[in-house]
């Protein structure tokens, strides 16, 4: 026996600190940071509504898989991004100007 | 008060301390090592919560490929070591950054927690997880590899794109 209150908890708390962060950074690798926390908070909810409700096809754990392999992609992507941005611009400071 | 709640009570600190560090912390390097603690954190409570097969794809996925690609990139970027005052944002932008996140974080804490219960925790079942995968999700799971494709392919247009443009912009 588990109460979800904990793990809830838990989720919403990673979610709002992975939103400061992503509006409290100003580089933006650490930017990313906090969007992988945001996503953490998403993949905990499912794998508790998962793991309490009894939902036949396993969707909890099956969307969580899901995310973390879409997380990887969009990770990849962004790094790829941030890096060609800093090759041109010579800094990644969200708060400098695009040169 | 049960022992699955005392063990989510332990793994549940440690990722939520490990996140807030990940979050605030000065130094641009420790920031990615915490959030390895955090992710570590988080299979911990996966574990607890009976998906051993999320908490081992976690590992793997996060811990063992995305923070290894970010670590990387802030080498790549050539982040300071050290506390730099020049890469941290003002007071006020922080606080309001703060307020932000408390009122998302509060206002997703009061939808969830009145559905709170105290319940019975599913017992992992791999095997089950697998024909679930196989069978019901099939298509997603064949559109996440053409995805993963998609966004390898992305990436390495992405990348060479702006050097052909740096190469330009040397030359001239």
Redesign the interface.
Same mark, same amino acid.
Request: aromatic content about 6%; proline content about 1%; some cysteine.
């Given at each position: 026996?588990?109460?979800?209150?904990?793990?809830?908890?838990?989720?919403?708390?990673?979610?709002?600190?992975?939103?400061?962060?992503i509006?409290?950074?100003?580089?933006a690798?650490?930017m990313?940071?906090?969007a992988?926390?945001v996503l953490?908070?998403g993949?905990?909810?499912l794998?508790?509504a998962?793991?309490?409700g009894?939902d036949p096809?396993?969707s909890?754990?099956?969307l969580?898989?899901?995310v =973390?392999?879409?997380?990887?992609?969009?990770?990849?992507?962004a790094?790829?991004?941030?890096?060609?941005a800093?090759?041109?611009r010579g800094h =990644?400071?969200l708060?400098g100007d695009a040169g | 008060m049960?022992g699955?709640?005392l063990a989510?009570?332990a793994t549940?600190l440690i990722? #939520?301390a490990a996140?807030?560090l990940?979050?605030t912390t000065r130094q641009?390097v420790h !920031? $990615?090592l915490w959030?390895v603690v955090?992710?570590l954190g988080?299979a911990g409570?996966?574990l607890?919560?009976? $998906?051993e097969?999320?908490a081992l794809? /976690?590992l793997l996925?996060?811990v063992g490929?995305?923070v290894v690609?970010?670590i990387v990139?802030?080498m790549? @970027?050539r982040?300071p070591i050290g506390p730099r005052a020049e890469?941290?944002?003002g007071r006020a932008? &922080?606080v309001?950054?703060?307020c932000?996140?408390?009122g998302?974080?509060?206002l997703?804490?009061a939808v969830?927690?009145p @559905? $709170?219960? &105290?319940? /019975?925790? &599913?017992p992992a079942g791999s095997e089950?997880?697998a024909r /679930?995968?196989f069978s019901?999700?099939v298509w997603?799971?064949e559109l996440?590899s053409l995805?993963?494709l998609?966004?390898?392919v992305? #990436?390495?247009a992405? !990348?060479g794109? @702006?050097?052909a443009?740096?190469s330009g912009e040397d030359a001239r």
């Open positions: 026996m588990i109460h979800t209150a904990g793990p809830q908890l838990l989720a919403s708390l990673l979610i709002g600190l992975g939103l400061y962060g509006l409290a950074r100003r580089n690798v650490l990313l940071v906090g992988e926390l953490a908070g993949g905990l909810l794998v508790t998962g793991a309490v009894r096809s396993w909890g754990q099956v969580t898989l899901f =973390i392999t879409i997380a990887a992609a969009e990770v990849v992507v790094l790829a991004v941030i890096v060609a800093y090759r041109r =990644i400071d708060s | 049960t699955l709640d989510f009570a549940g990722t #939520a996140a807030a990940a979050v641009v !920031s $990615a959030l955090a992710l988080l409570c996966y607890v919560l009976g $998906a097969l999320v794809v /976690q996925v996060y490929a995305v690609l970010i990139a802030l790549l @970027t982040a890469h941290s944002t932008h &922080r309001l950054a703060g932000v996140g408390a998302t974080g509060g997703v804490a969830l927690l @559905t $709170a219960t &105290r319940a /019975q925790v &599913r089950e997880l /679930q995968i019901t999700w997603p799971f996440l995805l993963l998609a966004a390898l992305g #990436a390495f992405v !990348s794109l @702006t050097t443009d740096t």
